[in-house]
Each structure stands twice: as C-alpha cells, then as structure tokens.
C-alpha cells in the first residue's frame, strides 16, 4: 500500500543552519506530495506541494523537489530561523478517482536555538 | 476567508463515555475529512464526506464511530463509547476543488483525553 517514511526527529539546529528533512514515499502511479507544517498550538498548514515528477515546491524559504527516481521529496531551506521551530509532515495523495485521503509521515519535529 | 473551525478544543472524559465532536468548513468546500492524529504520528484518515455523502469511511472503527454532514456543510464526529487508545487529536479538513488541483485545509483539530 501507499506510505510515507520521514526522518526520524527530534531535530535541533542553530539559527541560520542549512535545513534538510529526508521524505520518502512508496506508491502506485503518480501521486502528489505535500509538506505540511504544525507549529505548537496550532492546526496542520500547507507548507508546499508538487504533482508531478522533477516539479519544485517552494514557500517561505522552503523548498522541496519530486524525485521519482528516487521517490523522494526531501524538504529543504537554506538559512533557519527560530521561527520556523515546528513538526513538518510529509505527505502523499493518490490522485485519481473520487477519493482524496492525504498518507503522511509521522513528522519530525524542529527546533531552531537562537 | 475564515479557516475551518473546530469545537471544542479540548475534551477529557472517562473510558466508555461518548463524546462529539464539532466541524464547521471554509465556506463553498465540498469535501471535508476527519482524520485522527495520534500522539508521535501523523493524521490517518477517518471518514471523506463529499457533500453530504460518504466517499470513504473504510478505517472509520464503525462499532463505536459515527459521522454525519446532513447539509452537506457542518460536520459532527462521535465516539460512544470511547476506549482508552481513543485518546488523540482530531482534525477536520476540507477542500473545494478534487484531483491534483485539490488543496486540504485543516482546522485547529480537537484533542481528546480518555481516562
């Protein structure tokens, strides 16, 4: 079946690192990936997206790109801020048909130190 | 806009009570979700309302879950009686256009305690 394997966190970083989060994915055909992020307290937010394979999700400084070689969609941002402190989820939908059930990862949580 | 709403925010009850729980979408969404998100792992869905019609409810534990969206717009999630491994968080989540075009929307989502 459809699943979502992410990096296993927590992950603790100094302000201003280089971020990376590792998300792979197993599925039939061609799905659509998504990160979401939770910050404390608050609902799941759509992070960035892409549908279709070598596609480039970006927001806020993130970025991920569709690897279907390598069925991966590894999260990345260049310079972290103690804001960006958060869980980030990946996540899958299989598209096709009437049913639109996001698959997601367990999450890895972020911790950005000033 | 305004978001999806979620009441109430925090629920404890003791194992088997019942309890409901309360989903109101963005305005014009015709597809809501109730996912269940335990502590450590990601949401897992529960039901897919489209309108007022079932779309998928094969993970929803049917013994002891029921959900309805009778106006194909508020959403209500119950769970009588509840276990223990019930305790979680549950978001609700809805969307107004289908496919690849689809973007899912999550409200605050409710945390549920059971003692």
């Known amino acids: 079946g459809n699943s979502v394997t992410q990096m296993e966190g927590p992950v603790t970083l100094s302000e201003e690192a280089f971020l990376t989060i590792n998300c792979t994915y197993t599925?039939?055909?061609?799905?659509?990936l998504f990160w979401y992020v939770q910050y404390p307290g608050e609902g799941l937010q759509l992070l960035l997206k892409?549908?279709?394979?070598?596609d480039k999700g970006s927001n806020k400084g993130f970025e991920a790109t569709y690897r279907k070689e390598t069925t991966s969609f590894h999260l990345e941002k260049g310079s972290v801020q103690v804001s960006d402190s958060a869980v980030y989820f990946c996540?899958?939908?299989?598209?096709?048909?009437?049913?639109?059930?996001?698959?997601f990862g367990k999450g890895t949580k972020l911790s950005v130190k000033p | 806009e305004a978001g999806v709403a979620q009441s109430p925010r925090y629920k404890i009850i003791e194992k088997r009570q019942s309890v409901a729980f309360w989903c109101n979408p963005i305005s014009g969404h015709a597809t809501l979700y109730w996912y269940q998100q335990i502590l450590g792992q990601g949401p897992k869905l529960l039901i897919q309302f489209q309108n007022n019609g079932v779309v998928d409810d094969s993970q929803l534990p049917k013994d002891r879950f029921s959900a309805e969206r009778l106006k194909g717009v508020d959403s209500t999630l119950k769970i009588q009686p509840a276990k223990l491994e019930d305790s979680a968080v549950y978001l609700c989540?809805?969307?107004?256009?289908?496919?690849?075009?689809?973007?899912?929307?999550f409200g605050p989502g409710t945390r549920l305690l059971v003692l």
């Open positions: 892409a549908t279709k394979a070598d």
């Open positions: 989540a809805s969307s107004r256009l289908r496919g690849r075009l689809e973007t899912q929307y």
């Open positions: 599925a039939t055909g061609y799905p659509s």
């Open positions: 996540a899958l939908k299989q598209d096709g048909g009437s049913q639109g059930n996001l698959i």
